[in-house]
């Protein structure tokens, strides 16, 4: 398979632990995003990776939480003290530039978190 | 003001029917990009069509086609002959700016079911 790939697929944890999810993008796209959504909206933008360079954060993006792209490749996203708000959707996403311009985003099935 | 903005929460359409998607958006930049996304049951993003600000003719794949409206600032999307499987939600998004590694923004969504 060599689409985007996510870990673990569901998680389910008790407020105030913390989790790590994974993404490993498509192969050679040096572009990797992560973007959360909670039910019923569309997906809001977390952070951007170009290669291992963490290049945009959202203001979405608490202190509480942290992104890795440690060798350009995959990429982590932990949530420390995890509240109910944090339940959503986590999804990730990575592009590569194509001629054309429109290096469309590819995304993960993503990674559904529920904190009880 | 919300940069891109879906009215119709929910529609049914028959199938073998064409359906329109609306979509407005909501920018100052002269350069950016307009996407549409369709979300099955199973919450995989999958892309479907791109329309760059700069393109002058309508983008069409397959049975999917962008009605682009730029000085409404619309991007409908059309899909036409519909089928069971094209039972989902559909996200508008928009890329702002020349830099074309660019968080997507994306409206609510529209959830569509087709009727056999």
């Known amino acids: 398979d060599t689409g985007v790939s996510q870990n673990p697929r569901h998680k389910i944890t008790k407020r105030g632990q913390n989790v790590t999810f994974r993404c490993d993008p498509i192969?050679?796209?040096?572009?990797l995003y992560w973007y959360r959504q909670t039910l019923g909206q569309g997906p809001e933008f977390l952070t951007y990776?170009?290669?291992?360079?963490?290049?945009?954060k959202s203001r979405l993006l608490s202190d509480r939480f942290s992104a890795e792209r440690p060798k350009g490749s995959f990429s982590t996203l932990e949530i420390q003290r995890t509240e109910q708000g944090d339940s959503a959707m986590y999804l990730c996403?990575?592009?590569?530039?194509?001629?054309?311009?429109?290096?469309?985003?590819?995304f993960g099935p993503g990674t559904r978190l529920t904190v009880l | 003001a919300q940069k891109i903005t879906q009215t119709q929460p929910g529609m049914f359409v028959q199938e073998k029917e064409a359906v329109t998607l609306d979509c407005t958006y909501d920018?100052?930049?002269?350069?950016?990009?307009l996407f549409w996304y369709k979300q099955p049951s199973s919450g995989e993003m999958i892309f479907l069509i791109y329309?760059?600000?700069?393109?002058?003719q309508n983008a069409t794949e397959g049975r999917y086609s962008l009605n682009f409206q730029k000085a409404r600032k619309s991007a409908n999307l059309v899909i036409s002959a519909s089928q069971l499987g094209d039972s989902a939600m559909y996200f508008c998004?928009?890329?702002?700016?020349?830099?074309?590694?660019?968080?997507?923004?994306f409206g609510g969504g529209t959830r569509v079911l087709v009727k056999p």
């Open positions: 998004a928009m890329r702002e700016g020349k830099a074309a590694g660019n968080k997507l923004t």
């Open positions: 990776f170009q290669n291992e360079a963490q290049l945009e």
């Open positions: 192969s050679e796209h040096n572009r």
């Open positions: 920018t100052s930049d002269q350069s950016y990009g």
């Open positions: 996403a990575s592009s590569t530039w194509t001629a054309r311009g429109n290096n469309e985003q590819f």
């Open positions: 329309q760059g600000s700069y393109d002058e």
